[in-house]
């Protein structure tokens, strides 16, 4: 008992004294992923309905990483260029009519050039929406600020496979559909609020010591913060086989069908929605940022692990809530690190490279996994993945011991 009176005093002051807009942002967030239910049954999609090899879905889904590279960079550069809200606007509006002719390609070659521009569009929004969320948060507040975006961002994502699963057992189609509907009104919402708000000055946006830190003029030449994208880069190439290797595991290998594949990436949403906020005030007040991004590494390693014994339904769940403790630790906390390198004059290139690394495991997360998966088996490529997340937790240790 005193244990959840303990976790409910954290989980409601990890809300106190965050900004409006920072929860406006937050509800776009939620309203944009929403309606995300396109990536996790993409792989599923081409594999069942379309009838494509591992390898050829694999391929497939890379393109989605490589346009994911170059949305990112272009977005962070335009974000410093232009500003954050024309960015977020251009992103949220263009995506909508990719969505609605994405059902017409089905064959490997337009599905890769219309996936691949789909994804540049729809990630031109991360970078800017990240310098949005410096903008608008307080500066003792910028890891909570995060924390209730990326909360929003998996709330949604825990609604949108659970209804997609529902929707794919009926048309694929209404995947794509509810996807654009969702982007149109998450974008008039954002420009109902957002248009000509301002935020926090830069002065007061960033602190004394992340001035101090800061003495390039790009992220791209910051040797020790691109060392630390690498490992990140490395990290996320495990963590997002939850929107590709995974989903074709429980549906190949494990026999689950797309509803109960669609209530397993659910509870992911869930428990970060759940647990994020007050585990991430407890974090940032007990362990450094160094221990926070190691033991949350580590929980990724832990989640392929457990798949080695066994796939009962159980083990992945248990598989599922491990790898939401590590997103949970993982992702506000590299922001942060992101936002202490910058100032607000540079900030979208760092978010831009942030957002890059994240984006390469697009591209090296389905080649790579379904490739393994197809000719060695998806037991080979648990063990393999094991072994990048033990590379990525000692980079960690020793590159954010000289950052």
């Known amino acids: 008992m005193e244990t959840l009176k303990l976790y409910w005093k954290n989980y ?5 004294g965050l900004s409006q807009a920072t929860w406006l942002l937050a509800l776009v967030m939620f309203i944009n992923q929403s309606g995300s239910m396109v990536l996790p049954f993409l792989g599923v999609y081409m594999t069942t309905v379309l009838d494509f090899s591992l390898k050829n879905a694999g391929i497939v889904l890379s393109t989605f990483g490589v346009g994911s590279i170059l949305g990112s960079f272009i977005g962070g550069w335009l974000t410093d260029k232009f500003g954050s809200f024309k960015i977020q606007v251009s992103s949220l509006f263009l995506s909508i009519p990719f969505y609605l002719i994405l059902p017409f390609f ?26 949005s969320v ?14 209730l975006n990326r909360m929003a961002l998996n709330l949604g994502y825990s609604i949108g496979p659970a209804i997609g699963g529902f929707l794919a057992a009926v048309s694929y189609n209404f995947l794509f559909y509810t996807n654009a509907c969702m982007s149109f009104i998450a974008g008039i919402l954002f420009i109902f609020y957002f248009k000509n708000r301002k935020g926090n000055t830069p002065e007061k946006v960033v602190s004394k010591k992340a001035k101090d830190i800061v003495k390039v003029k790009s992220a791209y030449t910051d040797v020790k913060f691109l060392l630390f994208s690498s490992f990140i880069a490395i990290y996320a190439y495990c963590f997002f086989q939850i929107l590709n290797t995974l989903p074709l595991f429980y549906k190949n ?17 869930i428990v970060v929605f759940v647990l994020e906020m007050a585990l991430v005030h407890f974090a940032e007040k007990k362990f450094t940022l160094s221990a926070n991004m190691i033991i949350g590494s580590l929980f990724c390693g832990a989640a392929f692990l457990v798949l080695l014994p066994s796939h009962v339904q159980i083990v992945l769940y248990l598989s599922i809530f491990l790898i939401s403790i590590s997103e949970i630790l993982i992702m506000p906390f590299a922001s942060t690190v992101a936002v202490n390198r910058s100032v607000s004059a540079n900030r979208g290139s760092y978010m831009g490279l942030n957002g890059i690394s ?46």
């Open 134 to 147: 410096s903008y608008y948060a307080k500066p003792e507040n910028i890891t909570r600020a995060f924390s």
């Open 253 to 269: 290998v494990a026999l689950m069908n797309e509803k109960e594949v669609g209530l397993l990436m659910a509870f992911n949403g």
């Open 358 to 403: 994240f984006s390469m495991a697009f591209v090296t997360s389905p080649l790579i996994g379904t490739f393994i998966a197809q000719n060695y088996g998806f037991t080979n490529l648990w063990i393999f993945n094991c072994i990048m997340i033990a590379i990525s937790s000692i980079g960690f240790y020793f590159v954010m011991k000289k950052m």
């Open 106 to 131: 089905d064959t490997f070659e337009t599905l890769c050039i219309s996936i691949f521009f789909l994804s540049l569009i729809k990630e031109l929004f991360r970078p800017a929406n990240s310098a």
């Open 12 to 16: 409601i002051s990890a809300y106190q």
